[in-house]
C-alpha cells in the first residue's frame, strides 16, 4: 500500500515521525530488506578484516530515468565501481536520499527496486540509510548519496600514482555510452539504433582481471571528463607520459554521429560502466583476453602506452585518424550538466 493518499511525497515524510516510518517501512525497508538493515539502529553493525576501502558519491543525474538504467542503479554500480577501482570487493552501501516535496511516490519505489536489483547483481548489501524531505523546487525530484565499503585483497596495491614507463593503457569497452544516452534522452536526440547507457557494477570484472594479472598499476572509471581526463589525472600522479591511439579506441558508431552533431568529443564524454587500466606491458594480451570474456569487458583493447616524463613536464597524446600527434586534455568547463 501506497504511503501517502495521493501517490506524492508529503514535507511530513522527513518530520521523523509517523510518516516517516510509514515511508521507510512500505517503501525502502520493503525492497532493501537484508539482516542487518533489518535492525534499524542509527548505525549498522558489520564485521570486517583486514585493509578497507571506503568511498562516498553523489548523484544528480537529470533526467531520474534514462535508456540503459537510472538514478538508482547509477547510485549502486557507481560506488561499486569506486571501490572495484583500488581492487576492493564491495560489501556494504549506505545511502542517503533528500527528495523533493511532491515526488512520485510510484518513481521512487521504481528508483529504490532498481537500487536492489543492482545491489544484488553486484553482490552487496545497502545496510544504512537517511530520508530528508525538501520544499518543493528545492531538490529538482531527488538527489541520492552512497557510501561504499570494501576489503582490499592482501598483496594488492592499484592506485592512479602506479604507472610505469613501458606499461600498456587498456579500455574495457566503447567509450561514451553514458553521457550521449543521456545527452539523447535529455534533448529528444533518435538514432536507428537506441543507445543505452553502459551503467554496470564492474566489480567481477576487476576480481578476474587481478587473477589473470598480478601487474595491474591503475584503475580507473572514466565517470565525469570521461577517458581524456582520467588519462590525464593519471599521467599527472604517476609522472609520466601517456599517449594513445584514436582508432584503436572501441567507439560507437552513435556516440561519434551525436558528438558530430552537437560539437563535443566522445572522449570527454562521461562513462558509467566501463575503466581504464594501466598494465606491465607482457600481462596486457593476456589481460584483453581474460576481460573479453566477461560481458562488461567484451570490447576491450590495447589503445595505448605509457612513457617517460618530457622535460619533467607530465602529458597525455592522441594519435588521431589522420596520424598526427596532438596533446590531449583534460575536459574544461561542463559540457553536459547533471551526468551523474
Known amino acids: 500500500m501506497s504511503p501517502v493518499d495521493n501517490n506524492r511525497i508529503q514535507l511530513g515524510h522527513g ?43 553523489c548523484h544528480v543525474v537529470s533526467p531520474l530515468f534514462f535508456p540503459g538504467g537510472d538514478i538508482g542503479r547509477l547510485s549502486v554500480t557507481g560506488t561499486v565501481n569506486d571501490l572495484a577501482m583500488v581492487g576492493a ?27 536492489s536489483e543492482a545491489a544484488m547483481e553486484a553482490g552487496i548489501q ?13 531538490a529538482d525530484g531527488i538527489f541520492i548519496t ?20 613501458g606499461d600498456a593503457v587498456i579500455v574495457s569497452g566503447s567509450i561514451g555510452d553514458h553521457g550521449v544516452a543521456i545527452l539523447c534522452q535529455r534533448e529528444g536526440m ?55 591511439d584514436e582508432e584503436k579506441i572501441p567507439t560507437k558508431a552513435e556516440v561519434r554521429a551525436a558528438c558530430e552533431l552537437t560539437g563535443l568529443d566522445p572522449l570527454v564524454m562521461a562513462n558509467e560502466g566501463k575503466l581504464l587500466a594501466i598494465v606491465a606491458v607482457q600481462d596486457a594480451e593476456r589481460l584483453v583476453d581474460t576481460m573479453r570474456k566477461n560481458i562488461h569487458g567484451k570490447d576491450a583493447a590495447i589503445v ?16 588521431t585518424l589522420l596520424g598526427s600527434r596532438r596533446v590531449l586534455s583534460m575536459a574544461t568547463g561542463e559540457q ?3 551526468i551523474c
Do not use: W
Not at 570494501?150 to 600514482?161: F, K
Open 336 to 338: 553536459l550538466p547533471r
Open 89 to 115: 570487493t564491495a560489501l556494504y552501501l549506505t545511502a542517503g536520499f533528500i527528495i523533493e516535496e511532491g515526488f512520485s511516490v510510484l518513481d521512487l519505489e521504481r528508483i529504490i527496486d532498481s537500487m
Open 15 to 57: 518530520s521523523g515521525g509517523k510518516l516517516t516510518q510509514e515511508l521507510i517501512e512500505s517503501v525502502f525497508a520493503s525492497r532493501l530488506n537484508n539482516p542487518i538493515l533489518a535492525r534499524m539502529d542509527d548505525a549498522a553493525i558489520v564485521e570486517l578484516q583486514g585493509r578497507l576501502a571506503i568511498t562516498v558519491d
Open 126 to 138: 545497502i545496510v544504512a540509510g537517511d530520508t530528508k524531505v525538501v520544499e518543493k523546487g528545492a
Open 146 to 165: 552512497t557510501s561504499g565499503v570494501g576489503l582490499i585483497p592482501a598483496g594488492i596495491h592499484i592506485s592512479g600514482s602506479g604507472a610505469r614507463p
Open 190 to 244: 533518435n538514432f536507428e539504433t537506441s543507445l543505452r547507457s553502459d551503467c554496470a557494477p564492474l566489480g567481477k570484472l576487476v576480481r578476474e582481471m587481478l587473477d589473470a594479472s598480478p601487474r595491474i598499476r591503475s584503475l580507473r572509471d572514466p565517470t565525469r571528463g570521461g577517458l581524456a581526463t582520467t588519462l590525464n589525472e593519471i599521467a599527472s600522479a604517476s609522472g609520466v607520459t601517456i599517449e594513445i
Open 304 to 319: 595505448g602506452s605509457v612513457g617517460h616524463a618530457e622535460d619533467g613536464k607530465t602529458r597525455v597524446y592522441i594519435r
